[in-house]
């Protein structure tokens, strides 16, 4: 048995549904220590980087699971929907610790949606995530039929766009958020290139 | 010529040694003393009351050690300061590379304890010791023509790995007016709370100008260049539309980035609320300095 069918076997056996718990309790965790003191002097700032990054985290993994299958063979598809809806819970913590924290004010907030262009790009990212989280059950899976894997292709554009807004609050030149670019650049690439081998298109999985 | 200034923050906001090593000793500290009735001016000025030395000395911009706050505190420890020279060039009557110690060994210095607002809209409350710049100046003679003086950080790409991944266009270059040198607010540094002044903070020898923004109080100065035009500047380099030479602390004009009137005091813990900006942070004395200037467009 070659190596990705053996992982491929050994996958079917693990459950997806504990990635929720654990998103969930990763949140608490890193909020207890800010509030007691764990991220430093100024933890708002820390909270929202330390979700914004593993938020992207995330993201570029669930991005990798269509190009590991069409290429590599490996079968992870089983924990797409679980790490979509978690990417997206941490989008949206980030979101709240920016807004009620950080900056606190409705005014505020939408002065700087509309002002500061890293901010604009990371509220599309978050509006494009929108749609996909709230379509990411089974039941809205059946009602929208093909539609549904079109609506989901809206992943990339999200994900180019949280790394654009990432390169656009870096000052100086940095070069992580460039790697994370180039990284979700390549897996939409090879998303977008035929796989090896006469794969069948696969019907619509869920997630 | 020192203590020709005081301001609202005297000596009596200086916590003691004790206290300032934690703040929430401090506030238990005051709380005791309240207790026992004889509430004195710091528990009276509690808006103005320094930072503790944990959150001065472990959350600092110093991009040349990383871009992250902490990196600083732990990558600056790496860097010796002994032996440390200063070159001062230009158009002085005194040129010439110095040991620090011959440099500014006899300037008295004074506790100053000023906001400190950075652009990124946070601030805190820092006690310098210090000496004036212009006591500095005078020393090394100012010849007429110059009408600006340029500073120059030291550059030690084996210690500093935000040189090594040229994050800015290093050495990192900062530059004032000279009367805004000459004013009586601004301070070179040499020490916070009486202790000599930690690496990430600047050792051994910084510039601090309370009424600009952070980024202005340039660190580890190894130049000084007194100079006819107005020298670059290195965030201005790096982003001009972002970043102007006069850089004063104004709630009315956005930066692109952050809106500028609010700002957020360090140590107010995860549920800090912001406070208002205010105009040269507070320090309305330096206004006469830039008087008929539109300072939305000299920003
Ligand atoms: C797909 C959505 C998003 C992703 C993946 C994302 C990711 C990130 C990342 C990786 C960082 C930098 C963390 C670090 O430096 O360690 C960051 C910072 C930040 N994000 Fe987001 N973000 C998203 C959406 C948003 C939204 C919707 C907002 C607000 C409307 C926002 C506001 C911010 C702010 C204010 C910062 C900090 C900027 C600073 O350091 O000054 N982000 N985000």
């Known amino acids: 048995m070659a190596v990705v069918d053996r992982i491929n076997a050994a996958v079917r056996r693990v459950p997806a549904w504990p990635i929720y718990p654990v998103c969930a309790l990763w949140l608490a965790w890193v909020f207890y220590r800010g509030a007691t003191g764990g991220l430093g002097v100024e933890p708002i700032e820390a909270l929202e980087h330390e979700y914004g990054a593993m938020a992207l985290k995330v993201l570029v993994v669930g991005l990798a699971i269509s190009p590991l299958r069409r290429h590599a063979g490996l079968n992870l598809v089983k924990f797409r929907r679980a790490l979509g809806v978690s990417a997206f819970v941490l989008v949206l913590a980030h979101l709240a610790v920016w807004a009620v924290l950080d900056v606190q004010s409705l005014d505020r907030i939408w002065a700087d949606i509309v002002k500061r262009p890293y901010v604009t790009v990371g509220m599309a990212a978050f509006l494009l995530l929108l749609p996909l989280a709230l379509t990411s059950n089974d039941r809205a899976v059946r009602w929208l039929g093909p539609k549904w894997r079109r609506l989901h292709k809206l992943t990339y554009p999200a994900a180019v766009l949280a790394g654009v807004h990432f390169l656009w609050l870096a000052k100086g030149f940095q070069l992580e958020p460039l790697i994370w670019l180039a990284v979700i650049s390549a897996l939409l690439v090879l998303r977008f290139r035929p796989g090896r081998g006469a794969r069948p298109r696969a019907a619509p999985t869920q997630g | ?299």
């Open chain 2, 1 to 299: 010529m020192a203590r020709r200034w005081t301001n609202d923050l005297t000596r009596d906001d200086v916590t003691p040694k004790s206290l300032w090593l934690n703040r929430r000793q401090l506030i238990a500290g005051l709380s005791a003393v309240g207790a026992a009735g004889i509430g004195g001016p710091v528990a009276a000025k509690s808006d103005l009351e320094p930072n503790t030395w944990e959150e001065i000395t472990t959350y600092n911009n110093f991009y040349e050690f990383g871009t992250g706050k902490g990196d600083p505190a732990k990558n600056a420890p790496a860097m010796d300061t002994t032996g440390w020279q200063v070159t001062v060039d230009g158009l002085v009557d005194n040129p010439g590379t110095y040991d620090l110690a011959d440099l500014i060994g006899d300037m008295e210095t004074e506790e100053r304890i000023y906001r400190f607002r950075c652009v990124e809209a946070w601030s805190m409350v820092i006690p310098w010791n210090g000496f004036e710049l212009a006591d500095l100046l005078a020393k090394v003679g100012v010849q007429d023509g110059a009408n600006y003086v340029a500073f120059e950080t030291v550059v030690r790409p084996d210690v500093m790995p935000g040189v090594r991944r040229r994050v800015l266009d290093f050495p990192y270059v900062e530059g004032l007016r000279l009367d805004e040198a000459m004013h009586p607010l601004t301070l070179m540094a040499t020490g916070i709370y009486g202790e000599p002044l930690p690496n990430q903070n600047g050792a051994p020898m910084r510039l601090v100008v309370p009424w600009k923004y952070g980024f202005k109080s340039i660190k580890s100065i190894v130049r000084i260049s007194l100079v006819a035009e107005q020298p670059p500047t290195s965030w201005n380099k790096a982003n001009a539309s972002e970043y102007g030479f006069y850089s004063n602390v104004n709630p009315n004009v956005d930066h692109p980035r952050w809106s500028q009137a609010t700002e957020r005091r360090i140590g107010g813990g995860l549920f800090a609320q912001r406070q208002d900006t205010l105009m040269f942070n507070g320090y309305d004395e330096v206004a006469g300095l830039y008087e008929g200037m539109d300072l939305t467009k000299f920003f």
